[in-house]
């Protein structure tokens, strides 16, 4: 079935250390992986995404890595700051290879930057 | 601000009763997404509406239903409360169906039932 696994549940860090994030997904159909970022009472909001047809995309300080063949993605924050803590939230589509924009989230990784 | 609108922002009602929360999309986006966030949860696909049409369908409970109307903003009707459905409920929307546009969030509405 559909699931989609996030690790770690939390993380802390020092400021200017790096962050890694962790999803693993089932379908093998997927092709399309947003990372989503939601602040304390805030919505969510896209930070980076990643299509099937490359292994990274890299924006500033944040990257995304996929790999297909173990069915994982990840995200990496490098110099982390203290507005990067937030709930960070991967997912996948649900929908299989039909067009619709069901994703599945992860169940969310709580980021604490301490300064 | 996303563009995308929803209220009312609190919502508070008893065990029982129906409520209805209204979103409006971004102006030119076709689809409408729901989910649910409970405390200490991540975020749940409730359904997808795409120009005024069921488009996929997720976890959604029989008490719940939706629709989107002509002019593209959509109602999520919620009905014989339980106190578990006391949630953080977020509407999206983009441009078009497929899973590879950007979905963008309206700030929720908090639903609490007492």
């Known amino acids: 079935g559909e699931n989609v696994e996030q690790h770690p549940s939390t993380l802390s860090v020092q400021e200017g250390d790096s962050a890694v994030i962790k999803c693993t997904y089932s379908?093998?159909?997927?092709?399309?992986f947003p990372w989503y970022k939601q602040e304390l009472g805030k919505r969510p909001q896209l930070i980076i995404d990643?299509?099937?047809?490359?292994g990274e995309k890299k924006d500033q300080r944040i990257a995304v890595t996929l790999n297909k063949t173990a069915k994982h993605f990840s995200l990496h924050i490098t110099e982390t700051q203290p507005e990067d803590s937030a709930v960070y939230f991967c997912?996948?589509?649900?929908?299989?290879?039909?067009?619709?924009?069901?994703?599945?989230f992860g169940q969310g990784t709580t980021l604490q930057v301490k300064p | 601000d996303s563009g995308v609108t929803q209220t009312p922002k609190h919502l508070i009602t008893a065990t029982g009763q129906r409520v209805t929360l209204r979103c409006s999309p971004r102006?030119?986006?076709?689809?409408v997404y729901w989910y649910q966030q409970s405390l200490d949860q991540g975020l749940q696909f409730l359904i997808q509406y795409y120009n005024g049409e069921e488009r996929a369908k997720g976890n959604i409970l029989e008490r719940f239903s939706a629709q989107q109307f002509p002019d593209l903003h959509s109602e999520l009707n919620l009905s014989s409360l339980e106190l578990g459905d006391s949630a953080l409920y977020f509407c999206?929307?983009?441009?078009?169906?497929?899973?590879?546009?950007?979905?963008?969030f309206g700030p929720g509405t908090r639903l609490t039932v007492l």
């Open positions: 990643i299509r099937s047809n490359v």
């Open positions: 379908d093998s159909a997927s092709n399309y």
């Open positions: 997912a996948a589509p649900g929908g299989g290879s039909s067009n619709t924009g069901k994703l599945i």
């Open positions: 999206a929307s983009s441009a078009l169906a497929a899973s590879h546009n950007e979905q963008f």
């Open positions: 102006s030119g986006d076709l689809s």
